[in-house]
């Protein structure tokens, strides 16, 4: 990758290659330093050059060249022909007549049409994809309750004839176990002569090449191939699942009207959904203002914590923030004043590992030590609300919906994160689809955040990696660092938070800096303002980003878009 031109590096000066680019050439499309402005010119004279500030770039048009006139512009646009046109071609004979336009307003009108059609897959269309993947998801959830119904159905039906059909329902279990078992031994059998058919391909594969090898010509003509045999691919078997249809309660036939299970079948719809329609309203809910990252983030106030070494900040609101560190002691402090508001110790007396604000206010955090997950109210009394018993805790977040995501490791198994409605776990993340671990193992550092899109977003120090994933658990990619960070030491991720815009922050003590990436792991920029052992982060309301750094125990809040 050029360094000079990638969007992820500071851009340089095309012709010197080492000063800041501050102007931009139109005519030539070249990057420059100031210094570099008059050489440029001079190197090409006979060139009419637009020379404009870097933020300026791209305002003077470049008028396309004519095809059959050399090196003179097109300004105008024939439209019967359908081709851009210079002033030599319109004294020609072979656009008389025609119908001319000014190129300028083909171009705009040209511009508005795809300005209308990105709105139209802004607003439209990619809105009506995310309503179509929420209604899957529903759909899933909706399944999981039915089937979870359906359940209690026959569990309720069978109570209801309590001892008459007690034989009878264990009878029909019996036969869904047997199903169940059939289907598998099917699949098995079916998956153990696929297995047998892959080793014998690797066999004829290896009796080919060992024919091949070998210079004995009677081994080579005695060779007969077997291709043929596997060219028929096997049967791709489908499944079906019964369903309960449970029947009126009669004495008498009752193996006949107690009920039974029907198939059910999954199909599909090809005209189920509508476009999502554009609806401008000011009660209307809208999403976020779209915002630019800063080509130089700024400090805007610094805190002093006290601690001797600094760890996690989590946002209460825009105008104070909780601080932990290597004690028992929680604290909160006053953003704009910097001064100490409160504190609270930990019910065991350890430090936490992080904390997180839920959306009414109340402040989470993990001990580690502890094996619990705790949340202190708005009255400071601290109530545990999980308590492991193998597994620790690490980094904790609130998510969307209230409930919470912890990251958990133990000694032997690789890390998993685990969804908590209240004490009750709703959701393990720990393996993508070809049962392999999402996350590393061993009691190495982790935070994790939720996107504003839902993904569920891991730092794994141990991994050097970012893993982020959706709301099913299915893994979207792993973020490993940028090639030209600031130090060129290997990336090593702490803190991680997002931003109205779906940008993932994450913190790096290695090279003294934060990283944002998108929401697809593409990075952008670096954010460095002279940070010290960048740890935990945490964005507010206003998307400002706060950093607690382990080197000077202090907090940073910085602005990094407008």
Known sequence: MDARTSAQDVI???????????MHCDTCLVNLCKACVGEHISTNESKDHKVVKFQSRKSTPLYPECKHHNKQPCTMYCKQCDIPV???CLTSDQHLGH???EILQIVEDKKNKIIKDQTELKEKIYPTYQDIASDVQ???????????DLSTAITKHGEDWHRKIDKLVKKLQAEVDEMKITQLQTLQKHLDEINKTMSDIKDEINSIEMAIDTNDLSKLLSVTSKVHRYRNLPLKLSLSFSKFIPEKIQEEKLSKLFGSLSLSSLTSDEHGYSMKTIQKSPEAGSSPPVKQLLDEPETVTTIDTGYRQLYNVACLN??????????KTMKLYSINQGSLLKSITTTSGKWPSDIAVTKSGDLVYTDYKDRTVN???NDEK???VIRLQKWKPKGVCSTASGDLLVIMDIFDKPAKV?????????QTIQFDDNDKPLYSSGGSIRYITENKNLDICVSDREANAVVVVNQAGKLRFRYTGHTLSPKNKPFNPQGITTDSQCHILTADDNNDCVHIIDQDGQFLNYIECGLSYPYGLYTDTSDNLFVAQWGNRQVKKIKYMY
């Open 86 to 88: 210079c002033t030599k």
């Open 138 to 148: 529903c759909r899933m959830s909706q399944l999981k309750t039915e089937y979870g």
């Open 382 to 384: 601290i109530e545990e």
């Open 318 to 327: 825009d105008e104070e923030i909780w601080t932990t560190g290597n004690n």
């Open 99 to 101: 119908k001319l336009s």
């Open 418 to 426: 685990v969804c908590y409605s209240s004490s009750t776990e709703k």
């Open 12 to 22: 340089r000066c095309d012709l010197c290659e080492t000063a800041v680019v501050q």
């Open 375 to 377: 949340i202190v109210k």
